[in-house]
């Protein structure tokens, strides 16, 4: 089955920097990598979300990079806010029938400082 | 629009005892899936239904663990015999294309 492996665990930055986190997949099936922002005590929600057909997509501070020869794709957060801070999680599904069942990255909580 | 709705929001259980989760999707949403989070993890599929037909179950989903959809509305979730293992955060989440919408959860806490 499909493994998305997520970097980094954890990541400070101050207000205004920018923001990567990396994550690679194993499945050259998958197709549809959304990334997701979860806030203490919340389900999580959608930010942004790409398909496979498509190397970059951006809404405004937040761009999501892919490349399916590599296998690995990237969320971009520019001018960071404090809240900004919260746990991200990339994942990855493959098309068809299965298009809603995602696997997850294991998260990397995001703190930005004021 | 009101967004999923999950209930209840916290569970505490005593070992061996069932408990039974709702979720109430997007009205218009043709899809429900399942999810589990456990602390420090990211969610883990558990199963999904197109209406009412459940049409794939997570190798994660012992027997303990059964989904239902009746009429293609809102779904149950019942754990039997509770283990100290199934605590966690349980998601539904609902979709009709690609997006998925996750409700709050329902956070269960096995002693």
């Known amino acids: 089955g499909e493994n998305v492996e997520q970097h980094p665990s954890t990541l400070s930055v101050q207000e205004g920097d920018s923001a990567v986190i990396k994550c690679t997949y194993s499945?050259?099936?998958?197709?549809?990598f959304p990334w997701y922002k979860q806030e203490l005590g919340k389900g999580p929600q959608l930010i942004i979300d790409?398909?496979?057909?498509?190397g970059e997509k951006k809404d405004q501070r937040i761009a999501v990079t892919l490349n399916k020869t590599a296998k690995h794709f990237s969320l971009h957060i520019t001018e960071t806010q404090p809240e900004d801070s919260a746990v991200y999680f990339c994942?990855?599904?493959?098309?068809?029938?299965?298009?809603?069942?995602?696997?997850f990255g294991q998260g990397t909580i995001l703190t930005v400082h004021p | 629009d009101t967004g999923v709705s999950q209930d209840p929001r916290h569970k505490i259980t005593k070992r061996g005892q069932n408990v039974t989760f709702r979720c109430d999707p997007i009205?218009?949403?043709?899809?429900l899936y399942w999810y589990r989070q456990t602390l420090g993890q990211g969610p883990e599929f558990l199963t999904y239904?197109?209406?009412?037909?459940?049409?794939?179950k997570s190798r994660l989903l012992s027997d303990r663990f059964s989904a239902e959809r009746p009429k293609g509305s809102f779904s149950t979730l019942e754990i039997q015999r509770t283990e100290q293992g199934d605590s966690a955060m349980y998601l539904c989440?609902?979709?009709?294309?690609?997006?998925?919408?996750f409700g709050e959860g329902s956070r269960l806490t096995v002693l």
């Open positions: 790409i398909r496979s057909n498509v």
């Open positions: 239904f197109q209406n009412e037909a459940q049409l794939e």
């Open positions: 994942a990855a599904a493959a098309g068809g029938t299965s298009y809603g069942k995602l696997t």
């Open positions: 989440a609902s979709s009709l294309g690609w997006e998925l919408f």
């Open positions: 009205s218009e949403h043709n899809r």
């Open positions: 499945d050259s099936a998958s197709n549809y």
